[in-house]
């Protein structure tokens, strides 16, 4: 029995996969790369935006043809608005919510029944999911053997007008941080090198349990603590904090301790107060500006990465030159550009799409633009350094290795070498482009 798994959307629903593998090898199932060889074909979805849906579509008119000519089952779980619930209930066999997971064995073993909880598709908004608990309690088979994602926490509670996440994974729910610091010491211990703590909205962990779980700030303080005890050099990353619940704190613990990455990702959206306000972003340009001055002060070395909509429903042109401003101010290492598009389920989507899609285009082009001058000008300044750097694959062109620095810039090296993977290696940097560095193993 085989098993063919496709993931969309971000790194939490890479994790939740990992944790789907898992359940479905314990019941014997083999996974494959090849569709056409697996009976169980299975989709991660993401909601949030409108393409990766669109590939949920299409998959599945493809598999519905193919039973046709042999037995299959298919399945969709992940990030799922309730309208698309309701669309998926008539062409997929099974449907389910992550936080039901561990039932997803007799599911598959009774064929055909959907469960309760995926059938609750007219909610307004998710509860509260207190049974996400479950699914954090089965091991994930890691994709990869140097790095992994841990979830700490699951949901929203911000309700950004753009943002459909609080509509399909419910409100914040805190992962113990006992379990959290369990999985990070197992992977260290297996010689994991890249670690990414994984959230919604990572830096309000722990402010759902009322005091009866330690903060954001306290958690990588104890992560701190524990690479600093370790033998083992590793890194710890997270994603995505909010700007609202970002503290000195936090910033001032990530620069005592090694092992806490030197890359912070922080989403401003848009750089103009009044389009921010529309997106109930709950955070000005002055407390986004005194975020970054603490990182540049207190972590001077460290990358900056962020997200940017551009042609949210009323920006026009001055509004989006107040983002390039901003842009320009801030230098950010990389951006996640998307062009905004309405999601049914987020407050917006009951607007009008004022911004036409050329207009969406145009200003994705400029400000990408952007990004490659502050990004090259940035990249310069390391020429002629050592940095250390994670071998992490192959350069589909040059055939060479290819890795990240610890602030995830990508470095292509001057050779390739199999022995080197998933290991961190001192890198001497040669050359500089827009988004890339190139160099030689020291």
Known sequence: MKYHLITLGCQMNIADSERVSSVLEGMGYERTDKEEDATLLGILACSVRQKPIDKVYNKIAQWNRWKNKRNLITFVSGCLLPADKEKFLKTFDLIFPMSELGQFPDMIREYGVVTPAALKTRQPIMPKNEHIAAMWHIKPKYQSTYEAFVPIQNGCDKFCTFCAVPYTRGREVSRPSSEILDEIRHLVNQGYKSITLLGQNVNSYGLDKNGEEITFSQLLREIGEYGKSSEHEFWVYFTSPHPQDMNREVIEVIAVYDCLAKQIHLPMQSGDERVLIKMN???????????????????????????????????????????????????FNMAYIAMYSPRPGAASFRWEDEVTSDDKKERLRRLSDVLKICSHEYNETLLGKTLRVLINGTDRKTGFSTGLTEGKIIVRIDRHDESLMGKIVDVKITSAANLSLSGEVV
Request: hydrophobic content about 40%.
């Open 281 to 331: 972003r709950r955070h000005s340009m002055d407390k986004f500006r005194r975020i970054v001055a603490d990182i540049r002060e207190l972590i001077p070395q460290a990358t900056l990465f962020t997200d940017i909509i551009v042609g949210f429903t009323g920006e026009g042109e001055p509004e989006f030159m107040n983002t390039v401003s901003a842009y320009e101010e801030f230098k």
